[in-house]
């Protein structure tokens, strides 16, 4: 099967280029000598992750429990749930945790360990717990200096239905940074963040064997990482233009993209139309504005055209005369994602690509909770 | 089964809004003495769309040859795929044309029209063909007033694949509108342009049997109809906070929603964290920013607030003391969409509620293409 005998829009995932980001996190972290936990959120495929744990302990995080499923069903059983539990979502951990998977879950607040005991208790379940810790004002998390850390812990630690495991810290702030320097000073202030919440735990003379940090920018940039004991991340698989406007990738490392055809030439309004509209591509502008950025289908060479707007099945791409004539309707484009883990989401599927036109493989997604 | 017994996120219909919203339109259209042919984009499932359709002539409109496949296998035949279609497709509609669905076709150029003529023969295929007419500036078609009109019209009545069935417009641009007055006047542009195209093909002795229109806003506003064979609306089945911002319902109209829990609070940032985010509620973030208005999960009474930003599996809400008070952490919550076509698509199915806490149906989606 080739690109061209797919039906438009299709997502395309460039093997090689994954293999090279793959490598490219292994060895950078392999240098720092931290084991790599990989964030499947983006990937949502098991025949990626595959690739992602070679040579790592091979535990993942998810973002949902379908994530779960999937990848129990695919022989993962060691998974950190990284998304705040909510109560009504146990009896569903106790149940992947009878049937093999070791789910680690989070929270961070006195109120969510009480609800986690008391349902653990209901459940008749003992749940590992790390306590989510805020590095970055950002998001979600106890800060490393708050005084309630320690009392989360001592509760998570005294009640028969928690185990706590130790600490964990996104900082998704990460993405807002604007320079190698302000990427590294990120790097520093998740680590050293995690850390003294760890420390504080333990010098309360409670355990916290784990102590789990990342996000791509952060993870590509840290200098160093003593005291953290695993590094998530997800979006390196990938890389987006998210990640190429913050200096983490360049173009030639984007490795997903979405098929698209040229359905329409509006020569009056200097338009071209593609199929592949803010469904296809996710709504995300990313940050320079535009939804993606066009590459030759086969080659990836770049065609110096972006879509602007989205209708829900139409990419409008602002063309010049020369576009028309080297782009007639029928044509196949590929458009880089502004976001990736927003435009996989929009599919069931991976066609993956050795960089030809040959679709060598397809990969299933499990999209949705 | 409850809403409080569903993992979130999970998306809701509230059906009597629904039927409200269908009778609405129903009986607009009716006074305007024209049929509807509902598009099912937004819906993308046939126990919803076999509603729309009662006392209706049954044809249907779809943006993807997935919905067609759907529809078709549930018993709808006639059907308008309403997207300039991609040369690369046509195999696909002349095998749901062998399979019994009358698919017609949209085109907007001589390009297309030769290229559809030139795959109808080499399938041994005739497609009936709508062509595309601009009657706003805003995306694909051809002026009404453009010689090439009549020239497409020519060509298509010649070849031997294809059969001129009409005209259709879409006056996107009625979601800039802000007023009734420009509404009713975009909706009487749109007729006007459909109606004239189909008298510039019939003045050149063409046949022009359809002439199609509509969007939601144009559909609920025009005052007259007359030229017009049918209209086509999708989103107004479920509205949203779009819909609502121009002034074409009103919240209480607003018959889709995302259940949601909090699973987080940080009263030092004054946020709450829900566990519906980009994924869940889609990057849309419709006109006034945020992402979706917060209601009580069973009464959908207003809560006052939004959600503000988006991660992936976060959903953050600007709160107040009092907020943190009223919705501890695991209290699920119901979030009103932007989009609702955006929305509806991030997830598999609905679960229908009659206006309570009791999930009485399940709806699957036909998600993707």
Redesign the interface.
């Given at each position: 099967m080739l690109l061209?005998d797919l039906?438009?829009?299709?997502l395309v995932l460039d093997r090689p280029r994954v293999l090279h980001n793959l490598a490219r996190m292994r060895d950078r972290l392999a240098a720092l000598g931290v084991p790599l936990r990989p964030h499947v959120?983006t990937a949502k495929s098991a025949d990626l992750v595959r690739l992602a744990v070679d040579g790592q302990p091979g535990g993942i995080t998810v973002?949902?429990?379908k994530e779960a499923e999937h990848f129990l069903a695919h022989g993962f059983v060691d998974i950190l749930y990284a998304?705040?539990?909510?109560?009504?979502?146990l009896a569903?951990v106790a149940d992947l945790r009878r049937r093999g998977a070791d789910v680690a879950i989070v929270l961070?607040?006195l109120?969510?360990a009480d609800?986690v005991a008391g349902r653990a208790e209901a459940l008749g379940a003992r749940f590992p717990v790390l306590i989510e810790v805020?590095t970055d004002?950002g998001?979600?998390g106890v800060?490393p200096d708050d005084r309630c850390l320690v009392e989360i812990g001592r509760r998570l630690d005294a009640a028969a239905g928690t185990a706590l495991r130790g600490v964990m810290t996104h900082a998704?702030r990460s993405y807002e940074c604007r320079s190698p320097e302000a990427l590294r000073a990120m790097a520093e202030q998740e680590r050293a963040g995690a850390v003294a919440a760890a420390e504080a735990l333990r010098a309360a003379g409670l355990p916290a064997p784990v102590v789990s940090v990342g996000s791509t920018p952060t993870a590509l940039f840290a200098e160093r990482l003593n005291g953290v004991t695993e590094v998530r991340a997800g979006v390196y698989m990938f890389m987006d233009l998210v990640m190429e406007g913050l200096g983490v990738c360049t173009e030639d490392e984007i490795a997903l993209s979405v098929l698209a055809?040229?359905?329409?030439?509006?020569r009056?309004?200097g338009?071209i139309?593609l199929?592949a509209g803010?469904?296809?591509l996710?709504?995300?502008?990313g940050r320079g504005g535009g939804y993606g950025r066009l590459v030759d289908a086969v080659t990836s060479a770049p065609l110096g055209l972006v879509v602007a707007s989205v209708?829900?099945?139409?990419g409008?791409v602002p063309a010049a005369d020369a576009d028309f004539a080297r782009l007639?309707?029928?044509t196949?484009v590929r458009i880089l994602p502004n976001?990736a883990?927003?435009t996989a989401?929009?599919?069931?599927r991976y066609h993956v690509v050795d960089g030809g036109e040959a679709v060598a493989a397809v990969w299933e997604r499990c999209?949705?909770?």
């Amino acid at each position: 099967m080739l690109l061209a005998d797919l039906e438009t829009p299709a997502l395309v995932l460039d093997r090689p280029r994954v293999l090279h980001n793959l490598a490219r996190m292994r060895d950078r972290l392999a240098a720092l000598g931290v084991p790599l936990r990989p964030h499947v959120k983006t990937a949502k495929s098991a025949d990626l992750v595959r690739l992602a744990v070679d040579g790592q302990p091979g535990g993942i995080t998810v973002s949902t429990l379908k994530e779960a499923e999937h990848f129990l069903a695919h022989g993962f059983v060691d998974i950190l749930y990284a998304v705040g539990v909510a109560p009504g979502k146990l009896a569903h951990v106790a149940d992947l945790r009878r049937r093999g998977a070791d789910v680690a879950i989070v929270l961070d607040s006195l109120a969510a360990a009480d609800a986690v005991a008391g349902r653990a208790e209901a459940l008749g379940a003992r749940f590992p717990v790390l306590i989510e810790v805020d590095t970055d004002g950002g998001r979600a998390g106890v800060r490393p200096d708050d005084r309630c850390l320690v009392e989360i812990g001592r509760r998570l630690d005294a009640a028969a239905g928690t185990a706590l495991r130790g600490v964990m810290t996104h900082a998704g702030r990460s993405y807002e940074c604007r320079s190698p320097e302000a990427l590294r000073a990120m790097a520093e202030q998740e680590r050293a963040g995690a850390v003294a919440a760890a420390e504080a735990l333990r010098a309360a003379g409670l355990p916290a064997p784990v102590v789990s940090v990342g996000s791509t920018p952060t993870a590509l940039f840290a200098e160093r990482l003593n005291g953290v004991t695993e590094v998530r991340a997800g979006v390196y698989m990938f890389m987006d233009l998210v990640m190429e406007g913050l200096g983490v990738c360049t173009e030639d490392e984007i490795a997903l993209s979405v098929l698209a055809t040229v359905i329409g030439h509006r020569r009056d309004l200097g338009t071209i139309l593609l199929d592949a509209g803010g469904l296809a591509l996710s709504k995300d502008a990313g940050r320079g504005g535009g939804y993606g950025r066009l590459v030759d289908a086969v080659t990836s060479a770049p065609l110096g055209l972006v879509v602007a707007s989205v209708n829900q099945e139409h990419g409008l791409v602002p063309a010049a005369d020369a576009d028309f004539a080297r782009l007639p309707i029928g044509t196949q484009v590929r458009i880089l994602p502004n976001h990736a883990c927003m435009t996989a989401a929009a599919h069931e599927r991976y066609h993956v690509v050795d960089g030809g036109e040959a679709v060598a493989a397809v990969w299933e997604r499990c999209n949705f909770w």
